[in-house]
């Protein structure tokens, strides 16, 4: 079965600075990948997601790369202010009915005013 | 707000006993998933349900089991209870079966056993 590996757990960045984490997928049928945000005591939520047949995909603030050769995905986040603050989680899916979200096991980042 | 709801927002029990968490997923959505949450852990999928069918399972333990009712709402019963089962549980919804829909998160179920 698939699973997803990422790092770092934890992150510290000051606020302005830029954050990158990462993910690594084992199942090469995997072909959708989310990242969800979670603050504290919060419900998980999407805030970036790519298909298998991109490359990059941007929405404002964040970005998201994927290399499928490699197997990895990764999340950047620019110009990071405090409410950035929160885990973040990756996730990988094959889109085969049978498949469900594998998720990652987070890594919490911390943004320093 | 997600649409997708969850009751009990919190459950506190004791170990050796039986509970019952429920959830309502956004509407028209078919598909159920629940997940479990431990301390400062990721999310573990348990089950998905698709319009009343259980589609897919994960880690779930034999004590758990879970159905999706004809109105598409959803129970996930968990007996003998350990203090290990002490964690988050989520639900979430999604329109279909799979392809590329983002799954709804509810606000989770904090379950303590003691």
């Known amino acids: 079965g698939e699973n997803v590996e990422q790092h770092p757990s934890t992150l510290s960045v000051q606020e302005g600075d830029s954050a990158v984490i990462k993910c690594t997928y084992s199942?090469?049928?995997?072909?959708?990948f989310p990242w969800y945000k979670q603050e504290l005591g919060k419900r998980p939520q999407l805030i970036i997601d790519?298909?298998?047949?991109?490359g990059e995909k941007k929405d404002q603030r964040i970005a998201v790369t994927l290399n499928k050769t490699a197997k990895h995905f990764s999340l950047h986040i620019t110009e990071t202010q405090p409410e950035d603050s929160a885990v973040y989680f990756c996730a990988a899916k094959a889109v085969d009915y049978g498949q469900n979200f594998v998720f990652g096991p987070g890594t919490r980042l911390s943004v320093l005013p | 707000d997600s649409g997708v709801t969850q009751t009990p927002k919190h459950l506190i029990t004791a170990t050796g006993q039986r509970v019952t968490l429920r959830c309502s997923p956004r509407s028209g959505d078919l598909s159920v998933y629940w997940y479990q949450q431990s301390l400062d852990q990721g999310l573990q999928f348990l089950i998905q349900y698709y319009n009343g069918e259980e589609r897919a399972k994960g880690n779930i333990l034999e004590r758990f089991s879970a159905q999706q009712f004809p109105d598409l709402h959803s129970e996930l019963n968990l007996s003998s209870l350990e203090l290990g089962d002490s964690a988050l549980y989520f639900c979430a919804s999604s329109p279909k079966l799979a392809v590329y829909n983002e799954q709804f998160f509810g606000p989770g179920t904090r379950l303590t056993v003691l």
């Open positions: 199942d090469s049928a995997s072909n959708y």
């Open positions: 790519i298909r298998s047949n991109v």
